[in-house]
């Protein structure tokens, strides 16, 4: 009957251990069947609350800064964003052009949505058909740039020029041709199966004649463009977006610029007050185009009505809450976790809204008379940990990506981005439940084995040699 006994411990272990092994040839294979979390899963006192559909959800990921990394991002964040925005001037030169490369092969690898930002800083003049062809040449090798199939090659939004109605970038409130070089650029963009996006900024404040940068003296004919109520002149009450739209067939995502700096009092242009915490129903009160205007007339400042909704176009919101160090006020959590409660419940309620980046960036602000603003989330530990809460789980309200399962060491893509980066390059992401369910196997098994062979070899000296 002993001898029974262990032999059956001893099948039972060799079970556990084949099973074990079975679990590690398919996550090698691609992935932890499901299985593996039947094994050490209790019952349920109540059934689980399901998580949300991740392709209901919109998209969500950083704006990032110059010298950060997708794989550093998600690091960081502990979790992997759905999207990721890059900046680069337009035309490109061939070091824009290799970031752009970089930034699809990163995107392809955590299955996320790249935003390729393009700043004409060079003029509108200088976005020729040329150059268009080039940039079309780019983006469709971007899949052999990647080394992926066609269905892991990632989504690509183009942001040609964006908050063009402002006063701030040199390609701002010029309406036609700032319409005629988006449309350009969208032939070619559209011929390489990519998509673009248009994105002015709030309208509150329009036309920002206060705002540094302000351009003076603009032509009886730019005046006539933007002056939509026809009174002769531009002001508050003018449409501060419809000047500047390029027409249905070229634009495939509506979006806008839509931070907090601070709270407004109304006027023209209305004046800032750093470091407080933004109001309850600000974002949504900016998306009924109803935030920071002195009066309540005006053309066309239901951006989200007028531009998603009535046409049928998915929405975009760059955002992200200002933080100024040295400044009076409330803490960069405070503001910044307000807002990104804010946005979170907009994800929610606005059907329109597929996509939110957030300014992973520290910059000079004019409006901090040069000092360094902070929009960043991951670099406060309770803020990634919100915002991380956003992404995975039943409270989700945005999709997330993928960790990615491997990659060549020293690429030019994940694995070759260094510090944390490096560490996410590998596969090193949070340890999922399925390998905590292998090694209790593995160690259950080892355990089995291991007292078995210690009772024989007692058995062995108390019996003598068995003949």
Known sequence: MTQQRNGIRLRAAALALAAALALAAAATAGGAPAVAMSVVAAPAASAPVPTPSRAALPAFGPQLDHGDSLAAYASRLGAVPSAVGISVPYPLDEAGRQRVRDAAQQAS???????????????????????????????????????????????????????????????????????????????????AGAQTLWAPTYGAGYPFAGVRGAIEGISPDTVADLDTDRSGSVGAEDSPYAPYYPGDDAVDWVGLSAQHFGVFDAGTPPKLTPNTVPEPGKFASELAGGYGYG????????????????????????????WAEGSPGAGAVEIKGAWLDQIAAAAGSEPSLGLVLWQETE????????????????????????????????????????????????????????????????????????????ATLLVLAGGVIASQRLWDRRRARHDGPQG
């Open 363 to 438: 910059r000079a602000e004019a409006e901090l008379a040069g000092r360094i603003g902070d929009w960043r989330l991951t670099v406060e530990p309770a803020l990634a940990a919100s915002l991380r809460s956003r992404l995975e789980g039943p409270a989700a309200v945005f999709s997330r990506g993928e960790w990615p399962a491997s990659g060549p060491a020293g690429s030019s893509g994940l694995a070759g981005t260094g510090g944390d980066g490096a560490r996410q390059a590998s596969g090193q992401g949070p340890v999922p439940d399925w390998v905590w369910a292998l």
């Open 295 to 322: 009066t309540d007339d005006g053309a066309g400042r239901d951006f989200v009505g007028e531009f998603a909704a009535r046409r049928g176009k998915p929405f975009a919101v760059v955002t992200g809450a200002l």
């Open 109 to 191: 690898r955590h299955r996320a949505r790249l935003v390729l930002t393009l700043a004409p800083d060079r003029g509108l003049a200088a976005a020729t058909q040329a150059e268009a062809a080039r940039l079309g040449d780019l983006l469709a090798g971007l899949r052999e740039a990647t080394g992926a199939p066609t269905a892991a090659t990632p989504p690509i939004l183009v942001r040609f020029g964006p908050e063009m109605n402002g006063t701030w970038t040199v390609w701002g409130q010029r309406p036609k041709p700032y319409a005629a070089a988006f449309r350009t650029v969208a032939e070619a963009v559209h011929a």
